[in-house]
């Protein structure tokens, strides 16, 4: 990273927010590599002027609009909304978890180099949370190594699940052991939920209801699996405002004081073990987001907006300001708390 690049991360604004939840898909998708056809690879085809649909399995997955892609866009929207920096991060549909290992670690580097390039499009209000193939550990590995050490990536975005596995299960420690090293923040979004087969309703419910179950989930098994108390340097945050593990978390405390098994997976209460996560703000409700500050602490809630989708919070400053009276707390949750999430100062 350059030395111009560094300075103003470590500088910023000092008052405009970061925003740790935004995505990038590419304006182009390679095909795959020796032109074999791989299910679920995804393609683009224009959809009128400014936008592109995504297609997968040659079924249209979503329409998306050029911010998705060009930097001038975004830098626009983000001053209009307050924001400084944005911390650029694929579209979880591109984690590719569930395609051919190799093909998937194509599609994700392809993915990163154009979040790479966005953030040089943007002279230093962007910053890289690049994906990873993390059905192959070792592919995963190298992968973090590149985006990290080669192109200046300050962490990544994981999936609320791998195919099915829960984040907090021990296979997946060598993996968090190579990101403690390496000191890079972990994003973890929602992808592909668990309970589909449970909502009754269209399509877009899977973002509205099951993407907050899964990462509930998600926090849980951290915590449960003793994820933090194994590598206790991990800086990690959920989406959605970790979705529904505020509600879960005091079953889950008195189930630690009802249950010697729940007890005995768990050295540390998972209230206190709560208060070590962190968790984005993007929950729509001012009473809701000072929930998370009551469970989670002042300096764990970071601005998060899933820009530059629809179905985002469009006015994410004016929301913490409308929860929040205390200067001091508004400016912690816009962008200090990102700052240390971000390890930004150390950049």
């Not at 030395?3 to 795959?32: Q, T, Y």
């Not at 791989?38 to 936008?51: E, K, Q, Y």
């Not at 060009?70 to 209009?80: H, K, T």
């Not at 979880?92 to 194509?106: K, R, S, T």
Request: proline share 6%; net charge negative.
């Amino acid at each position: 990273m350059g030395e111009e690049k560094a300075k103003r991360f470590r500088s910023g604004c000092g008052c405009g927010g970061i925003d740790v939840h935004c995505h990038v898909v590419p304006s182009r998708f390679p095909l795959p590599a020796g032109g074999a056809s791989v299910r679920g690879w995804p393609s683009m085809i224009a959809a009128g002027d400014c936008h592109a649909t995504v297609i997968i399995d040659e079924k249209p997955y979503r329409t998306v609009s050029d911010a998705c892609w060009v930097a001038e866009r975004r830098l626009e929207e983000m001053d209009r909304a307050g924001i400084e920096l944005q911390a650029l991060s694929p579209m979880p549909e591109l984690f590719g978890y569930w395609i051919d290992a190799n093909a998937a670690n194509d599609l994700v580097r392809h993915v990163n180099d154009s979040i790479a390039a966005l953030v040089t499009e943007g002279e230093g209000r962007f910053v890289g949370l690049g994906g990873l193939p993390m059905q192959d550990i070792d592919l995963a590995i190298a992968e973090l190594h590149r985006i990290v050490g080669e192109l200046g990536f300050l962490g990544i975005e994981i999936g609320s699940n791998i195919n099915g596995v829960a984040i907090g299960d021990p296979c997946f420690h060598p993996f968090f052991a190579e990101v403690e090293k390496l000191g890079a923040a972990v994003f973890v979004h929602a992808v592909r939920p668990a309970g589909m087969d449970r909502l009754v309703g269209p399509a877009p419910l899977q973002q509205v209801l099951g993407y907050p179950t899964d990462v509930g989930l998600a926090a849980a098994s951290v915590i449960t699996g003793g994820l933090l108390q194994k590598f206790p340097k991990l800086r990690i945050a959920f989406s959605h405002g970790g979705g529904t593990f505020a509600s879960l978390l005091p079953r889950l405390e008195q189930g630690y004081s009802a249950f010697p098994a729940v007890k005995d997976i768990m050295p540390e209460a998972p209230s206190a073990q709560a208060r070590r996560l962190y968790v984005d703000s993007l929950v729509f409700d001012a009473d809701t987001l000072r929930r998370l500050v009551s469970v989670f602490g002042e300096e764990r809630v970071l601005l998060g907006t899933d820009y530059p989708f629809n179905f985002r919070e469009k006015e994410p400053v004016a929301r913490i300001d409308e929860a929040f009276a205390d200067v001091g707390l508004r400016e912690r949750l816009t962008f200090a708390n990102a700052r240390a999430f971000l390890a930004l100062d150390e950049v």
